[in-house]
């Protein structure tokens, strides 16, 4: 009975491991093993030319005889030193081209982890420069509100006090550039905690926002909503929708660790629950 080592057999009938492994489970055939190396996975010639004929597959050339692993009846004039030097030579190349196999995997895998590992880095890096970003601008947008003694009371107040000012002769409108229409989209919407000791809310595309908190406009305008910053009396985050569902999280990164939080789904975004999240945040920054 000749036996043809796993590879011997790919090489023969033209394809691969894996699709071997296929032939044989829908021929109903296994592997069996080498009388003299268990390592070894073998068929006879008998299976492989079935398989060939199975799948209409021409055999090409046999590799030569060290390669294939013959195991005929041993005569009893042979010498067992010679059986086992041609075993040996037959078990040497599978197994060195094995192991070149692995080793080029291992290098795969080993550049792949490192390419997502300096992703991950950049995808933090480019938040936190955004952040940055979205802070100056909303502190040159405080600047240019009206300052007048006594606080106003109420959001309507800040309104009100905008349309007493005197209107200046309208002006010949330019239409926007593409650039600028993109640069107002990525501003994400802004909730913060003023000077006045007022919460203040900033769309990007309608300017400051004049109905109260916790209101049911406030509710529809976060439902309308796929991210928005909070800065708070306790603490700041930028909070983000996951996919097309209501429920909402908060995130901050602090040394490069991004640091994320349960904030709730939308109906329960209260002040309150935003004031709570952004403690919480930043107590566990300032602990590590």
């Known amino acids: 009975m000749t036996l043809i080592a796993q590879m011997d057999c790919c090489t023969q009938l033209g394809i691969g491991p894996k699709t071997l492994r296929n032939w044989l489970r829908h021929a109903d055939m296994q592997f069996c093993t080498h009388p003299t190396d268990g390592r070894l996975k073998c068929l006879t010639r008998e299976q492989v030319q079935r398989l060939a004929t199975l ?10 005889p060290p390669l294939a692993l013959l195991e005929e009846t041993t005569p009893p004039a042979s010498s067992p030193a010679q059986e086992n030097k041609a075993a040996l030579i037959s078990v040497t190349s599978p197994s060195a081209e094995e192991a070149e196999w692995r080793k080029a995997i291992h290098g795969l895998e080993a550049k792949v982890q490192t390419l997502q590992e300096h992703l991950a880095q950049l995808t933090i890096e480019l938040l936190r420069e955004r952040s940055e970003r979205y802070e100056q601008r909303l502190s040159a947008l405080e600047a240019l509100l009206p300052q007048r003694v006594g606080s106003p009371s109420s959001a309507q107040e800040l309104v009100s006090i905008v349309e007493q000012r005197p209107q200046s002769p309208p002006t010949a409108t330019r239409p926007l550039q593409p650039a600028e229409l993109l640069t107002r989209s990525r501003i994400l919407p802004r909730i913060e905690y003023g000077a006045q000791g007022l ?43 996951e996919g097309q569902t209501r429920t909402w999280k908060a995130y901050r990164a602090f040394h490069g660790r991004p640091h994320r939080r349960y904030l709730g789904i939308t109906d329960r975004l209260t002040i309150v629950r935003m004031e709570h999240v952004a403690a919480s945040l930043q107590s566990e920054m300032t602990s590590s």
């Open 55 to 64: 799948h209409a597959h021409p055999l090409q050339m046999a590799p030569d």
């Open 199 to 241: 919460y203040v809310l900033v769309c990007p595309q309608e300017g400051v926002l004049s109905f109260p908190i916790d209101s049911p406009e406030w509710f529809d305008w976060l439902a309308s909503l796929a991210s928005f910053r909070f800065l708070g009396q306790q603490g700041r985050f930028t909070a983000y929708r």
